[in-house]
């Protein structure tokens, strides 16, 4: 191959690099494509001369920009690239890098363009995967970066799993690490406190509106944009909504094809998102949303909700797991069962068989040990969350019960035998959260099923010796009250992602049963996030109505309509 006359594959390296600079400048100046397909062409026919000496050289043609070029240049580079990567297979590193690079904003084709590149590499070297998951995670923007950064960067990471599948695992892993970092950032208070303020303002605003002077009438531009209302107040909730909303979108469109649901693919996915669920979210305190993942998944199918739920109540139950996850463990059962209204009423039955009767014989074990048993959250913790859950379950979901056949749902509520959970030494009302047991208190009272109020009375006289945390941070320290932590499942605030959640979301309705609330409910002034069912929720909810977004509404297709011919192979 020559240049100027001269064989520069002999030439010394200094020169090498200053040739390099010199067909930089020369692309910049937008010479003619005709131009690089030619070149390309003359580094293919010695590709296999091309050794660690010429890496200099290799990196500047890495560096030609022929992304959303001509469709020459496209086709000349993809066959560059395969002829590199099978000869020199020391460049695959570089080859790989060069492609995520092109992972931020860019169009559409261009994506296209970048992903038939990877699946070429791929063909030709089939370790690739191995080296592409370390350069995909060292390469994830900072998440302070813009949402459209961070959104087209999921995207494609998204669509790299569609057709290197043994990664799919790790990609997920890396995704939803990032994400809960994002949700933890941005607790509930503060996102519900943005929007108020976000209200507010739009309001004065609006006000004055017509006293302004008209210069400032480039205010219009506004109007262009999406309705602000459906863009988060809160800068980290609003990332974060736009990564929930591409990675449900994903979750729908690999779960479905031709419009119906894929048993197995839909298994292989819930498989992937369990592994990461146990090991990032269900460890995680303080995450608001991301856990909505496996919940939107699950509506996809009750199999799935129950394979769900069995998997919790293992973890609760195995006394070989570290409290501190059966607790949590505990809080998503509850929660899961009383907000997720694809659970019909025999499955919230079968798991609070479960539940109480593990209750009861927890109770027989503290009995038969003689040892006088106290209320002690540090020792009983799974077993208060356990007592919480059944309790936070029947606040949600005792009508439902009851509503087919009075008769047979009092009888079986009766069966519980959750008079004897509530007067046990261990005394569960004690350590509940004030809301579950006021709420618990007035309903087990209106059915005649259990009587707590005297327990009640006397647990306000000797108030529980802990420290109260308040939610945030991903570790809960020693010292405090376990219990005294969100439900994972507590209203979602995001507003674009949390119109797929909202048809599947029981929301706490307003109950006759309130009015029987004692009249002082001396209950330490409940907290925001721990009384949203006794406040009702149906203004949070509001907002979350309007138009589905379509699978990655926005400016980037999914991966099915994007990349159907490979999704749809395997």
């Known amino acids: 191959m020559e240049v100027d006359g001269r064989d520069f594959l002999n030439t010394p390296l200094v020169k090498t690099v200053r040739f390099g600079g010199s067909v930089a400048e020369t692309l910049a100046k937008h010479k003619l494509d005709a131009q690089i397909v030619s070149w390309l062409q003359e580094f293919r026919s010695c590709v296999t001369q091309l050794t660690k000496d010429h890496e200099q050289l290799i990196y500047t043609v890495l560096k030609l920009p022929w992304v959303g070029r001509s469709q020459a240049v496209v086709e000349e580079y993809m066959a560059f690239l395969g002829n590199l990567v099978s000869a020199q ?40 995967s191995r080296f592409l998951m370390p350069i995909l995670q060292e390469n994830f923007p900072f998440i302070q970066k813009s949402s459209r950064t961070l959104e087209c960067y999921v995207h494609n990471l998204l669509r790299v799993t569609v057709y290197i599948p043994s990664i799919r695992r790790d990609i997920l892993e890396v995704i939803i690490g990032k994400m ?170 079968a798991c609070l068989d479960l539940l109480v009767s593990w209750i009861h014989r927890y109770i027989d074990d503290q009995d038969k040990s003689g040892r006088q048993a106290c209320c002690d959250i540090s020792l009983h913790g799974p077993f208060y969350t356990g007592c919480q859950a059944v309790f936070y379950t029947l606040i949600f979901r005792h009508r439902a019960m009851l509503e087919g056949n009075m008769k047979k749902g009092l009888e079986y509520l009766q069966s519980l035998n959750l008079e004897r959970v509530v007067m046990c030494q261990l005394n569960p009302l004690k350590v509940c959260l004030p809301s579950v047991t006021s709420m618990f208190a007035a309903i087990t009272r209106k059915y005649q099923v259990v009587f707590c109020y005297t327990i009640i009375e006397r647990n306000n006289r000797h108030v ?20 005294d932590s969100f439900f994972p499942f507590d209203p979602y605030l995001l507003k674009r992602s949390g119109q797929l959640i909202e048809p599947f979301y029981q929301v706490w309705e307003e109950l006759v049963d309130t009015e029987l609330l004692p009249a002082k409910t001396g209950q330490q002034g409940l907290r925001e996030d721990e009384d949203d069912f006794l406040c009702g929720e149906m203004p949070q909810m509001e907002g979350i109505v309007g138009m589905t977004p379509g699978s990655y509404d926005s400016n980037i297709r999914s991966p099915s309509s994007v990349a159907s011919g490979i999704l749809h192979h395997h």
């Open 89 to 128: 297979t020391v460049y695959l590193c570089a080859c790989l890098k060069m492609v995520v690079f092109h992972f931020t904003p860019n169009l559409p084709r261009n994506f296209d363009q970048c992903h038939r590149a990877l699946q070429l590499i791929t063909r030709y070297v089939p370790s690739t």
């Open 180 to 349: 809960l970092k994002l949700d933890v950032s941005a607790s509930r208070s503060d996102i519900e406190e943005a929007e108020e303020k976000a209200v507010q303002n739009q309001r004065s605003e609006e006000q004055t509106e017509e006293g302004l002077f008209d210069m400032v009438k480039d205010e219009d531009v506004q109007a262009d944009q999406p309705s602000r209302t459906a863009v988060m107040a809160h800068p980290v909730a609003e990332r974060l909504d736009t990564l929930m909303a591409v990675l449900m979108a994903y979750i729908k469109d690999f779960c479905h094809v031709n419009g119906s649901l894929h048993v197995e693919r839909t298994k292989e996915l819930y498989r992937d998102l369990w592994g990461v669920f146990d090991k990032l979210i269900l460890p995680t305190h303080g995450s608001c949303h991301v856990q909505y993942t496996l919940f939107y998944l699950c509506s996809f199918r009750l199999a799935l909700a129950e394979a769900f739920l069995d998997h919790l109540w293992k973890i609760l139950q195995s006394p070989s797991q570290p409290a501190i996850l059966r607790q949590a463990a505990a809080g998503y059962l509850g929660s899961f069962l009383a907000r997720a209204r694809f659970i019909p009423v025999v499955t919230v039955r």
């Open 464 to 483: 529980l010796p802990v420290v109260r945390s308040s939610a945030g941070g991903d570790c809960v320290t020693t010292n405090t009250n376990p219990l």
